[in-house]
């Protein structure tokens, strides 16, 4: 028994398989069509696994490009499979943060997984991965970079007064062309990002268990501006950015 | 006595010079500093009247620029400038849409210019020129060319999705790179800015004189799309897009 879950991302597509017992990891830029991206990535899974398309016995989908990929058996909303997904990868998890390349997401988290309530963004680019891949393109650097590049704690953020994308775009640019550190603007984006989000979760205080997922919990600093702004620890797992494919992986074996 | 009012916007400096009967209108590109463009259409207005500094007897400011304005004898909110300009563009003027260029207001007017209530987004680029001029961007072409662009009403418009500046322009180069029709992009441009800054001013209904203000009511095209969404007459004067500096001056007469 074999199954497969997959998050067509804005961004990334990634891949989970699932075999009851090992876990299968694969991700690749979205690119303008999730639906090659994925088929491409399920036989990259396939043979580094050595089975063939008809030994999986369920394809769960989810992410806003499952609807290009007409060889799931199920698709499950976003909220269903990240929330399942970061129960797996931290047992007694109270909430998660989600942020993904064009949105950022809010869920609590019940037992066994359950979306108690959620809030989300994919309206506005502020407080998103697309909000540091704006940045990050002003800065002439890759967005993978800006974690390292802030520093840690050494460096004082430049605060950045627009919420705005578009405005804080402008806003780094003056910066920039005023001599300001590089490291300062960029420790000051990711506080930019962190407050942004912190005021999308503020209904939903507590202290337990918070995990961070989704492609930008990669960056390191933003994990450290979240935790200063929530007051509260903010984990993250090697796998959170495939929590949403774990999710529909972990819903896949249940259906098959 | 002569006095002047000056409207220090983020995208133009607008000068407006006033001696009780003629008036005289001097715009430019803000730039880098608003305080040296000022100074430079100071000296050309008072070229152009023959007349010397020592002549103005009242200068009063506005927009988001005044503040770096020294030699300003007062300063008034852009709210009740933009209110006065508009009551004196359009006698009996009930309601004003000020649509700039990196802010959109709503003004309900009362007797003698008087602000009743207004609404007024600075936070977000959609809905302001600055939308506008990032769409232009991406489509190769001049702020200043839009409204012609799109053609009239033989043009159907492409509906534009998203709302945010970001998404939009994502949006737009998706649909440029499909070979979309590029006037029926620009006229679905129109109407997601008339769109956004109806939903602004939903709360101020009725149906009195409407005057459309602001560095965007030159294009003609937004116009047309704000009375298809609001459902009444929306007015323009060759002079909108000074109501701000025009209403400074008349407020400087006062004073004067
Ligand atoms: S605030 Fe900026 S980033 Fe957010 S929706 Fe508006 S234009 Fe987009």
């Not at 009851?20 to 303008?32: I, K, R, V, Y």
Request: contains cysteine; aromatic residues 6%.
């Amino acid at each position: 028994n074999i199954v497969a879950g997959i998050d067509a991302g804005s961004t990334a597509v990634k891949l989970v398989i699932f075999d009851g017992q090992q876990m299968g990891f694969w991700q690749q830029p979205t690119g303008w069509s999730p639906a090659e991206v994925t088929h491409q990535m399920l036989d990259q899974a396939l043979r580094e696994w050595t089975i063939s398309r008809g030994d999986l016995r369920h394809i769960c989908g989810t992410g806003y490009g499952r609807v290009n990929l007409p060889f799931l058996n199920t698709t499950v909303t976003e909220i269903a499979c990240h929330s399942r997904g970061a129960a797996y990868l931290r047992p007694g998890v109270e909430l998660v943060i989600d942020i993904g390349g064009q949105d950022a997401k809010g869920i609590q988290v019940g037992p066994k997984g359950r979306v108690l309530d959620f809030v989300m963004n994919d309206k506005c680019a502020a407080g998103t991965g697309r909000f540091l891949s704006v940045m990050a393109h002003a800065l002439g650097l890759d967005v993978s970079e800006l974690g390292a590049y802030a520093g840690g704690e050494e460096v004082s953020p430049q605060p950045i007064n627009a919420m705005c994308t578009v405005f804080a775009e402008s806003e780094v640019i003056g910066l920039i062309n005023r001599g300001v550190d590089r490291k300062a603007i960029v420790a000051g984006l990711h506080h930019s990002v962190a407050r942004r989000v912190a005021a999308m979760i503020a209904r939903f205080d507590g202290d337990g268990p918070l995990l961070f997922t989704g492609g930008v919990s990669r960056n390191e600093a933003i994990r450290v501006a979240l935790e200063k702004e929530l007051k509260r620890p903010v984990e993250v797992n090697e796998h959170s950015p495939y929590a949403g494919a774990l999710g529909a992986a972990l819903i896949a074996w249940e259906k098959a």
